[in-house]
Structures are given as structure tokens and as C-alpha cells.
């Protein structure tokens, strides 16, 4: 699974609160805002949407869309 780590700057004071308990190392600190560094490495936990008190957070999963030709190759599998 994938997800995308967004931030609404708008809403964000920067407390790190999110760097420090992000575990694989998505979030950075720049210009006293929290930025989304490494969507690749999210693991989808949400921890950093549950300590964010300004609710600044979010996070979703990113379905992946496949090509005819893959889903050939897969077609006893069911996508949904």
C-alpha cells in the first residue's frame, strides 16, 4: 500500500509534535512549518494525524491503478 501525507500549512505552528513521533522519517521541520518529506516511507499508522492538536494532518491511502496489460497477467486476482 501507498499513502499521501499531506500537510495544510494554513493550520500548522511547526511543533514538531509530528516529526517526533514519526517513526520511518516522513516529516521535516522548514520555515517553522511541517513539511512531508517522505510520502514513499509512510506506513499509513496515522500517529502523526492523532498528535496533531491543530488537526493539520492528513493522511490517504493511494490506490494504484493498473495498466490492461497487468491486469491480464493478474486476472484471477480481484481488484477492486
Known amino acids: 500500500m501507498a499513502f499521501r501525507v499531506m500537510v495544510d500549512e494554513k493550520k500548522c505552528t511547526g511543533c514538531e509534535e509530528c516529526v ?10 522548514r520555515e517553522n512549518r511541517c513539511v512531508p518529506v517522505g510520502n514513499e516511507k509512510c506506513l499509513g ?4 494525524v492523532k498528535v496533531c492538536e491543530r488537526q ?12 490492461d496489460t497487468a491486469k491480464s497477467l493478474f486476472k484471477d486476482i480481484p481488484f477492486d
Open 56 to 67: 493539520a494532518i492528513t493522511v490517504e491511502e493511494v490506490k494504484v491503478k493498473l495498466s
Open 20 to 29: 517526533e513521533v514519526c517513526t520511518v522519517g516522513v516529516f521535516e521541520i
Open 45 to 48: 499508522c496515522e500517529i502523526c
